[in-house]
C-alpha cells in the first residue's frame, strides 16, 4: 500500500486521465478523492457520478447536459456534470457500467477538451481531469465488445490496482485501530482495544466487502463491548461467523444423511425394495449394497 501510495502521490501531480480498479471496499473512491486533494485542482470542484446507478438514457444527460425538448421529459435547459466540475476533476465510478454511447462522447472530452450538450450544436470547452474507478473486469468487457478499447487505453494511461484486504492482511490491526478510533468519538464510547484472539479473527476472516466491510464490523463490534475490550465473540457476532459455524456444526455427514433417507423411503414402501429402488432412482442391487453397507433393518 505504501508503493501504490507513493505511485498515486506522483500521479496527482498530473493531469492525464487516470483508471483505478479494485474488488468493492478497497478504497477506490477516497483514492481519487485524495488525488484530487494532493493535485493542483484542489482548490476547484471534486464532481462524482456514479455510472451504475444511472439508466443508459440517463447518463449523457448527467454528463454533458441537454438543452430544453432534447428529449422526452426535457422540460428546461440543464447542466451537465462536467460543467459542474469545470476546473476541477471528474469522478466517474463504476466506469465499467456506461454505455458505449457515452463512452464515444468522454473519448472525445479527454481528446479535444469540447462536448455538446444533448440537443444542441454548440460546443462547449471544459477543463476537467477524469479519473475512472471500476470492480469489474474491464478485459472480460472489452472481449466482448461492451468496453471501447480507445476509451480504455485512454483512461489507462494513468493506472492503480487496489489490492483486496484479504491480500493485506498486515494492515488489518492498523485498520482496526483507526476505525476505533474514529467510532469512539462518534458514539462517545472509549475504546479499551481489541483482545488478541479478536483481533486474530479479524486478520484470518477473508472481508469480501473489504476495508469498507472492516469498518462496520469495528463499529458493530465496539458497539457491542460497551466500553470494554471487543473480544472473539463480538467479531464472530458481527461478521456473522458464529451463526455461520453454528450452522456447519449442525450439518450432518452427507452418508448419515443418505442413510436416513434411504431408511425413509423402505419405511414408507413397507420394506418393498423393488418400489424403493424405483423411487430412489437406484438399481436393485444398488439399493441392496447400501442396505448392507448402512447395516439397515427392518424394526
Not at 5 to 29: C, H, Y
Request: charged residues 30%; glycine residues 8%; aromatic residues 6%.
Amino acid at each position: 500500500m505504501r508503493r501504490i501510495l507513493e505511485e498515486a502521490r506522483n500521479f496527482a501531480a498530473s493531469d492525464a486521465p487516470m483508471l483505478i480498479v479494485g474488488e468493492t471496499g478497497t478504497g477506490k473512491n477516497l483514492l481519487a478523492q485524495a488525488i484530487h486533494n494532493a493535485g493542483p485542482r484542489r482548490k476547484c470542484p471534486f464532481c462524482e457520478i456514479n455510472c451504475g446507478g444511472i439508466s443508459e438514457t440517463l447518463q449523457e444527460s448527467e454528463l454533458f447536459g441537454h438543452r430544453k425538448g432534447a428529449y422526452t421529459g426535457a422540460d428546461s435547459d440543464r447542466e451537465g456534470v462536467l460543467q459542474t466540475a469545470r476546473g476541477g476533476t471528474l469522478f466517474l465510478n463504476e466506469i465499467g457500467d456506461i454505455s458505449l454511447s457515452a463512452q464515444k462522447r468522454l473519448l472525445d472530452v479527454v481528446e479535444y477538451r469540447k462536448y455538446r450538450k444533448l440537443g444542441d450544436d454548440k460546443e462547449i470547452e471544459t477543463d476537467v481531469r477524469i479519473i475512472a474507478a471500476t470492480n469489474v473486469d474491464i478485459e472480460g468487457l472489452r472481449q466482448k465488445g461492451a468496453f471501447r478499447d480507445d476509451f480504455y487505453f485512454r483512461l489507462a494511461c494513468l493506472k492503480v490496482e487496489l489490492p483486496p484486504l484479504r491480500k493485506r492482511r498486515e494492515d488489518v490491526p492498523t485498520l482496526v485501530d483507526r476505525f476505533l478510533e474514529e467510532f469512539s468519538e462518534l458514539e462517545k464510547k472509549p475504546a479499551a482495544g481489541v483482545e488478541p484472539d479478536a483481533m486474530g479473527e479479524l486478520v484470518e476472516y477473508d472481508w469480501p466487502g473489504n476495508v469498507r466491510q472492516l469498518r462496520f464490523v469495528v463499529w458493530h463490534a465496539l458497539l457491542q463491548a460497551k466500553g470494554g475490550k471487543i473480544a472473539r465473540e463480538h467479531v464472530l457476532k458481527a461478521t456473522g461467523l458464529d451463526e455461520a459455524r453454528k450452522d456447519a456444526q449442525n450439518l450432518e455427514p452427507l452418508e448419515e444423511v443418505e442413510k436416513k433417507y434411504i431408511l425413509k423411503a423402505l419405511t414408507v414402501t413397507n420394506w418393498n425394495k423393488s418400489r424403493t429402488a424405483q423411487i430412489l432412482k437406484l438399481s436393485r442391487p444398488a439399493l441392496d449394497r447400501k442396505i448392507q453397507a448402512y447395516n439397515l433393518a427392518r424394526r
